[in-house]
T-cell receptor, first 109, second 115 residues
Framework: DAKTTQPNSMESNEEEPVHLPCNHS???????IHWYRQLPSQGPEYVIH???SNVNNRMASLAIAEDRKSSTLILHRATLRDAAVYYC??????????FGTGTSLTVIP | GAGVSQSPSNKVTEKGKDVELRCDPI?????LYWYRQSLGQGLEFLIY????????KSGLPSDRFSAERTGGSVSTLTIQRTQQEDSAVYLC?????????????FGPGTRLTVT
């Protein structure tokens, strides 16, 4: 089964860029890569997703390796409100969901 | 507009009792998902609905767990003969379609405590 692995925790200084890595070495060709984040005591919220090409939206950028075995979520300028657990998720058309362990991001003022 | 709502927000029950958790998805969303999150853990997928059918029930942890969805809208997750290990936050999410690339919108969750 496809799985993802992420570092348990990371720290970043406020207003600096953050690169959150995710490994998914057994990804299949039809798996989409999703990122969600979860603030304390809240349900997860969507951040970004992609299949093969890099993606940008108002929240973040997603850089996908050429072999798709890893990806990086990029927060261009971390704020205190970005402190959360970030989940890297694979989703295939067969509707199986594979959540990573999540990375707890601490933003230092 | 209204987001995904779940009820109750908190539920305390005695071991061995049955519980029903409810999820109201966003209007027009055809896909609905249930997850479980134990304290300090990541999300565990339970079941997914496309319309009223559940093509994937593989995440249900035991036969004490069941879920249904009627009218392509509201869903209930039922846990029979609850055990202490069932204590967790149960999260529901919905999306427009069951597309692998679709964004899921999560509800606030139901915190279940089995004493």
């Amino acid at each position: 089964d496809a799985k993802t692995t992420q570092p348990n925790s990371m720290e970043s200084n406020e207003e600096e860029p953050v690169h959150l890595p995710c490994n998914h070495s057994t990804i299949s060709g039809t798996d989409y890569i999703h990122w969600y984040r979860q603030l304390p005591s809240q349900g997860p919220e969507y951040v970004i997703h992609g299949l093969t090409s890099n993606v940008n939206n108002r929240m973040a950028s997603l850089a996908i390796a050429e072999d798709r075995k890893s990806s990086t979520l990029i927060l261009h300028r971390a704020t205190l409100r970005d402190a959360a657990v970030y989940y890297c998720i694979l989703r295939d058309p067969g509707n199986q969901f594979y959540f990573g362990t999540g990375t707890s991001l601490t933003v230092i003022p | 507009g209204a987001g995904v709502s779940q009820s109750p927000s908190n539920k305390v029950t005695e071991k061995g009792k049955d519980v029903e958790l409810r999820c109201d998805p966003i209007s027009g969303h055809t896909a609905l998902y249930w997850y479980r999150q134990s304290l300090g853990q990541g999300l565990e997928f339970l079941i997914y609905f496309q319309g009223n059918s559940a093509p994937d029930k593989s995440g249900l942890p035991s036969d004490r767990f069941s879920a249904e969805r009627t009218g392509g809208s509201v869903s209930t997750l039922t846990i029979q003969r609850t055990q202490q290990e069932d204590s967790a936050v149960y999260l529901c999410a919905s999306s427009f379609q069951d597309l692998a690339g679709g964004e899921q919108y999560f509800g606030p969750g139901t915190r279940l405590t089995v004493t």
